[in-house]
């Protein structure tokens, strides 16, 4: 962890003795990367769901993302109960549930739209627009507000020049805050897209988009 320039380097780090890398905290070195058909049956529906590409035209629901689809519906006895991660798959194509992506699950998953459209707003996970590629979340919950999160928060939107909600110029960052992410014992915790980052600090946030940067390029 010595080449990364914070102590939050987006995974639980590294305690005692041990000295590990985050392809081997988050096991990555082990199952690879996750193919977009999903592996086993088992397994296609937790895929994570906010990634850095996204394509806000992206094709729904075809190819590889069809025999997703397919593999998620053989879990769940109705197209009802497979509703949250159909809803998933749309995130990860596109990087938000627009009005439109709702109809398409309403139909692939035979429901109505108003009956989807009333579970995708109910759920914060979900975004409604588009979004930058890094999606900051702040907790602002007590144990992180006691800690700090709104000047972690103002960081960030001085960082990004932006406002809450509002996508940075060069499309990298959207902050928003976040009522819980269940880290108390990390406080300030933030997540970007699928990643925790833990006991961040104002100090500590020009380094994070950086390094999220550098990563992407």
Not at 70 to 82: H, V, W
Not at 99 to 127: H, I, K, Q, W
Not at 166 to 191: H, K, M, R, W, Y
């Amino acid at each position: 962890m010595s080449d990364i320039p914070f102590k939050n380097p987006g995974w639980a780090g590294n305690t005692g003795e041990f000295d590990l890398s985050e392809e081997e905290v988050r096991g990555e070195d082990f199952v690879g990367t996750r193919p977009v058909h999903g592996g086993h049956a088992s397994g296609a529906g937790t895929m994570p769901y906010m990634l850095a590409k996204k394509d806000p035209e992206g094709v729904l629901f075809e190819g590889e993302y069809r025999e997703r689809l397919d593999k998620i519906l053989s879990r769940y006895p109705t197209g009802q109960a497979a509703l949250l991660p159909a809803l998933g798959l749309c995130q990860e194509i596109r990087g938000y549930v627009s009005p439109e992506s709702m109809d398409a699950v309403a139909e692939v998953l035979d429901l109505s739209p108003a009956y989807v459209r009333g579970v995708a707003t109910f759920y914060t996970m979900y975004n409604k627009r588009p979004v930058g590629k890094h999606l900051v979340q702040v907790c602002t919950n007590i144990s992180c507000n006691l800690a700090g999160a709104d000047e972690v928060v103002d960081a960030f939107l001085t960082y990004t020049d932006t406002e809450l909600g509002q996508t940075s110029e060069d499309g990298n960052f959207t902050v928003i805050e976040a009522e819980c992410l269940a880290a108390c014992g990390f406080p300030t915790c933030v997540q970007i897209n699928s990643r925790y980052f833990e006991n961040v600090t104002p100090a500590e946030v020009p380094k994070i988009c950086e390094h999220l940067k550098s990563e992407r390029e």
